[in-house]
């Protein structure tokens, strides 16, 4: 039975009204946050907006689009992305599976074990830029330091273009592994107990629950995870301009930076933002089909 209020209103009705109330400022401040930038890129990527000549006043339609679609480097960059993104995802994947499964059966020191898997997680990606170039500095990092002392000639980690890319996955493998680890221990840990000890009591081995019990189970959790860590992988960007500022010649030319060079570099605001909304249309089209998806697994 529901209690009615001096003014008409039941006290859930009262409760609702007061909770949209406390929370409207701030999805005001973050809708404000989202769309003025967005329409903002919109605006620019359809005008000739250079940071020499500002100018809102001429209209060009898709003439932006056009000039970023006929890019000589454009394909080069999507094609360093493509790899970066998959490499990542895949390793740390692997890794972040293996580090939740090892949790998830841990009891003992688990709290300490979590501390230890965040703290790179932490640390702000420039700073992880930072720390990881001086760790690998062809001639005054420690790294080289090390290898040098069991006879291992010193390795230009990010002179060479080859190791120099997959420098950069390592690093940002090392920076967010914990992301993906903490999301499939949390999915770990919201599986149902019964669908295990039926299995146990009909001789299933560990390896046999592992294959047709975990993995059908986690499928949802897998691909939320697999989801987030694609969108932040693809908008990669500190590391890149910390480490090696899209160096050795194109090699880790990742879509971000080439944009934010077209931008500051180039002085084409008007292309950049054309590049930018075109990557969003990518990483929107990417998530429609990753959520679909997801629902399907339901």
Known sequence: ??????????????????????????????????TFPLFFTLFTSVHDYTLLTPNYDTFVGLENYEEALDEEYL???????????????????IIGFAVALSLHATRRFGSIYYLILLAPLLINPVVVGLLWRMLLHSELGI?????????????????DADIAFWTVVLTDIWHQVSFMAILLVAGLAALPREPYEAARMDGASTISCFIHITLPLMRPVIAVAILLRMIFAI???????????????TATDLISYYIYRAAFFGLDIGRASAMAAGLLVIIVALTAYLYRYMNSLK
């Not at 090390?146 to 010193?154: C, R």
């Open 75 to 93: 394909p080069g960059s999507l094609w360093v992305t493509t790899k970066f993104v998959l490499a990542s995802i895949v390793i740390e994947f």
């Open 143 to 159: 790294i080289n330091y090390a290898i040098g002392l069991v006879g291992i000639s010193p390795v230009s980690w990010l002179g």
């Open 235 to 249: 908008k990669t960007f500190d590391i890149v301009f910390i480490m090696t500022k899209g160096g050795p010649g």
């Open 1 to 34: 039975m529901s209690v009615a209020t001096a003014d008409g209103l039941t006290l859930a009705g009262r409760d609702r009204r007061f909770g949209l109330l406390l929370t409207a400022p701030g999805l005001l401040s973050l809708l404000i946050v989202i």
